[in-house]
């Protein structure tokens, strides 16, 4: 994800990314390995809206990271990387996608980003399992989200510094943080919902 009419420090605005498609970088993504489960021959994985896969590379879980994804492209960048893919008739469109998993571990389309979270919990609330989803920090706000937030309280994981989603390696204007549901049973950091921490980032 990110921002939407996204803004460099000098005030002028990036050209949105086809299909929202941001690329998450790999430090992103290791910062929250403490939070995640243990990897287990039983655990079950999805990276949800993977692109070409920058977050499954970056989890502790290998090639047994399933992804889904709805563009051609990118399911075939993935396959190529050695990754299943998830979904109806072979499509891997996350919102198909019926089957239950421990952990969802997704950065989802800022516009789809509620649709994205609230299906990641349905599919992992029968394993009691855990949501961790890449997401603006203002997403706390909203009258919109009011409601969602006082039903499913999320653990907030908040980057002290701001991932780059471009090629150039330049930021956006907006904070981001690690919104975590459910449970993380066996992970050396546990998670707990309705709380906010900042998270240790090594390097700059």
């Known amino acids: ?9 000098d005030g002028s605005e990036y050209a949105r990314e086809a299909e929202d498609y941001y ?4 430090w992103a993504v290791r910062v929250i ?3 995640l489960p243990p990897d287990s021959d039983n655990l079950s994985v999805l990276d949800a809206g993977a692109g070409d896969g920058a977050i499954a590379d970056a989890l502790p879980y290998g090639l047994r990271t399933l992804c889904s994804e709805q563009n051609a492209h990118k399911r075939e960048a ?11 008739e ?9 089957t239950c ?7 989802p389309p800022y516009a789809q980003a509620m649709e994205f979270v609230r299906h990641a919990i349905k599919i992992t609330e029968e394993e009691n399992g855990m949501v961790a989803a890449l997401l603006r920090l203002p997403w706390l706000a909203s009258q919109v989200r009011a409601s969602f937030h006082r039903a499913h309280p999320a653990q907030v994981l ?14 956006d204007a907006t ?4 919104f975590c549901w459910g449970n993380n049973s066996g992970a050396r950091r546990p998670t707990l919902a309705g709380t906010w921490e900042i998270l240790e980032v090594e390097g700059k």
Do not use: Q
């Open 175 to 178: 904070d981001y943080a690690w």
């Open 158 to 171: 908040v980057l002290p510094r701001r991932p780059s989603f471009t090629k150039d390696g330049k930021t």
């Open 101 to 107: 998993f421990d952990l969802v571990v997704m950065n």
């Open 78 to 88: 993935l396959c190529e990387k050695g990754y299943n893919l998830v979904g109806w």
């Open 33 to 35: 390995h403490p939070y």
């Open 23 to 26: 690329r998450t970088p790999a």
């Open 90 to 98: 072979g499509e891997a469109d996350f919102f198909s996608t019926c």
């Open 1 to 9: 994800m990110s921002a939407t009419t996204r803004k460099r420090a």
